[in-house]
């Protein structure tokens, strides 16, 4: 068995990228895995009990755990040296007609603006929605909900289903609330998941955009979000985004406990064009 | 699945058209009536606001013995607890959004 290992890589993901990550919990990278190793993966696994033996398989240590484009978005979100959870990787395997899974965020989940660790899933096959693919509620990686009492929760609006063809990895912030789908047909949907943790404190160090202020996180006027208060889901996506950069410190004021998007912006922000200090000066 | 009352009066009323109704057939209505003053059904309202003229942003409904999944949202049989209630006589929770 291969023993945790860390990883380096160039990262991938531009500032707004990172920020729509921070608002939505999750990124769906699709078909990044060659089709020969989608197929290799699944003779395997058909004919091995042991997932966590796929570990000690280069071919799919370096075109999944390690593919270039899942790699550089984990890099730019987890840091340099990124470290791979081995040995622990796990087959959601379904293969029947069902109905849906409970809506739940995984055990041991904490809420805030930290991101210390990634969940990943990886579909080796095509996975339609008649295969009952993961279901992902966006932004709900910030809500607290006791596992008992989501129970009967059925549908939500603005649920996303994860349908994508062979070869997609989709990154998860780990307590965001997903079930999977219900299944309407037989057919073997093999869904690998895995983790990587951090090792370096969070920094700015992915693909910067040129006269970026932070407090364009606060800015943004898509957090079309229904399940929450929208200025409490802009302050908890531009916290997470203000943490990754390694400038928590800066998301409230100085001098009060508001979020910076209210006071601290000298200057029309380069974005957008927003424009605190004026209307701060206006009152 | 049996009919429902509106079905056997519809059908009540078409065997009346062309003569052919029966005291049983009328009595099934009502033997329909009595089962359905016994089941429950439940139906789960989340709503972005508290006001019950808020927009509905999650459902979930068991009615006859089964959940009943609409597809998704733009499926929805209402768009507010208020339209909800307007409609039938079923058991309403409202859960307020998260915060």
């Not at chain 1, 729509?20 to 058909?46: Q, S, W």
């Not at chain 1, 997470?240 to 928590?248: D, I, K, R, S, V």
């Not at chain 2, 009919?3 to 009346?16: G, K, L, N």
């Amino acid at each position: 068995m291969r023993e945790m290992r860390t990883h380096d890589c160039e990262a991938t993901l531009t500032d707004s990228e990172v920020m729509d990550f921070c608002r939505e919990g999750y990124l769906v990278l699709e078909a990044v895995v060659p089709e020969e190793i989608n197929k290799r993966t699944c003779e395997f696994l058909l004919q091995n009990e042991r997932t966590e033996q796929l570990l000690e398989e280069d071919w799919f240590v370096d075109n999944v755990i390690l593919n270039a484009q899942a790699a550089g978005a984990v890099r730019s979100l987890l840091g340099s040296n990124f470290k791979l959870t081995m040995p622990f990787i796990f087959n959601h395997l379904a293969q029947e007609p069902m109905e849906p899974q409970a809506w739940h965020r995984d055990g041991s989940s904490h809420y805030g603006p930290e991101l210390d660790s990634l969940q990943v899933f990886y579909y080796p096959q095509d996975t339609p929605v008649e295969l009952g693919p993961t279901e992902v509620l966006p932004g709900s990686h910030f809500l607290f909900g006791g596992f008992s009492h989501m129970d009967h929760y059925r549908n939500f609006k603005g649920v996303v289903s994860t349908a994508a063809p062979a070869g997609s990895i989709f990154l998860t912030v780990y307590p965001v609330w997903h079930r999977r789908g219900k299944a309407t047909s037989a057919g073997r949907r093999n869904l690998l998941k895995y983790w990587y943790t951090r090792t370096v404190a969070p920094q700015r160090d992915w693909v910067t955009e040129p006269g970026l202020e932070l407090a364009h996180a606060y800015h943004r006027t898509d957090f079309n979000i229904d399940h929450r208060e929208t200025h409490r889901a802009m302050d908890d996506t531009a916290e997470m985004f203000y943490w990754l950069c390694g400038e928590h410190e800066k998301c409230r004021a100085w001098s009060n406990n508001l979020p910076v998007y209210y006071y601290e912006s000298s200057e029309s922000c380069l974005q957008c064009g927003h424009e605190a200090a004026a209307r701060k000066a206006r009152g | 699945m049996g009919r429902s009352i509106q079905q056997q009066v519809e059908a009540c009323v078409e065997a009346f058209r062309q003569g052919s109704l029966t005291e049983a057939s009328l009595m099934r209505i009502g033997e329909l009536a009595e089962g359905s003053s016994k089941r429950q059904s439940l139906l789960y309202l989340q709503s972005k606001r508290t006001s019950i003229t808020s927009a509905v942003i999650g459902m979930s409904l068991f009615k006859d013995g089964q959940f009943h999944d609409p597809t998704g949202a733009e499926d929805w049989p209402y768009g507010s607890v208020a339209e909800a209630m307007a409609e039938q006589p079923v058991f309403l929770i409202q859960r307020m959004s998260f915060l």
